[in-house]
């Protein structure tokens, strides 16, 4: 028995908790703590105004694992010309909620949930395809009463058309944000140094192959149905070109 098996229904009640706290209000000041650790320990960064929405943040981006979150922030990030105030990778409709009220412009990325549930799965295996698809109809769910006060970006136009997007988000909220331009020499630049080694990518890509087939059989008919319902409501509101 491997130890990742016997670490699992740790990893798995860790998991839950994570998802309970970045969800609802009362837990908040419980959550900002394992924000900040993650992308410390994931990104290594250390400015807590990236950690957590405030008085002066400019720009939250944020949506489910596996939206599409890393590539959006990171291409904004080198698109601009002067410092920004940006909240990311926070995975918090708590964090998202209060950014709407605020009147802070926010990205709300999203992915089809089989997509995304596998991709979360990919890289945390230890959670189960029903945790990822019920996490994403708790962390949606939560957030759809306020998404006429955010910009929803369905995940082929996070990953595929920012400028397009970023554009939108001027438009929107009025700002100044600059915008991605898409060459071969900044696709270049947003290549993660700590990438996936050849070895781990051929691995990581055989687990998505194998979640991909178990989905259907492994995740209940109705949660699958719910996920996709509350994903199609929201895409419904999401940017088109």
């Known amino acids: ?3 990742l098996t016997l670490k699992r229904p740790l990893l798995q009640f860790k998991f839950e908790v994570r998802s309970l706290l970045a969800r609802e209000p009362m837990l908040a000041p419980f959550n900002w703590p394992v924000i900040w650790w993650t992308q410390h320990k994931n990104r290594g960064i250390i400015d807590v105004s990236e950690c957590l929405v405030g008085s ?3 720009f939250v981006i944020d ?6 979150n890393s590539f959006a922030t990171v291409a904004f990030k080198k698109s601009q010309t002067k410092p920004v105030r940006l909240a990311h990778h926070l995975h918090s409709p708590v964090q998202i909620i209060k950014a709407a009220r605020k009147e802070i412009p926010v990205l709300l990325t999203i992915r089809e949930p089989k997509g995304a549930a596998i991709s979360l ?11 990822a698809v019920r996490g994403y109809c708790y962390f949606y769910e939560k957030i759809e009463p306020h998404a006429d006060s955010l910009l929803v970006s369905p995940f082929t136009l996070t990953t595929k058309h920012l400028d397009a997007v970023i554009k939108r988000v ?13 060459s071969d020499e900044h ?13 781990q990518e051929i691995k ?3 687990l998505k192959a194998e979640q991909k087939k178990n989905f259907e059989n492994e995740v209940d008919r109705s949660l699958i149905k719910r996920a996709q ?3 199609e409501r929201l895409n419904q509101k999401g940017i088109t070109l």
């Open 204 to 206: 990581r890509s055989a």
């Open 56 to 58: 002066d943040t400019e």
């Open 63 to 68: 949506g489910f694992q596996g939206s599409g």
């Open 1 to 3: 028995m491997s130890l």
């Open 229 to 231: 319902e509350v994903y």
């Open 121 to 131: 799965t990919s890289r945390w295996p230890y959670v189960s395809l029903t945790q």
């Open 170 to 182: 001027n438009e929107r909220f009025a700002t100044d944000f600059g915008v991605f331009e898409y």
């Open 187 to 199: 696709m270049k630049e947003l290549r993660n140094p700590d990438a996936l080694t050849s070895e």
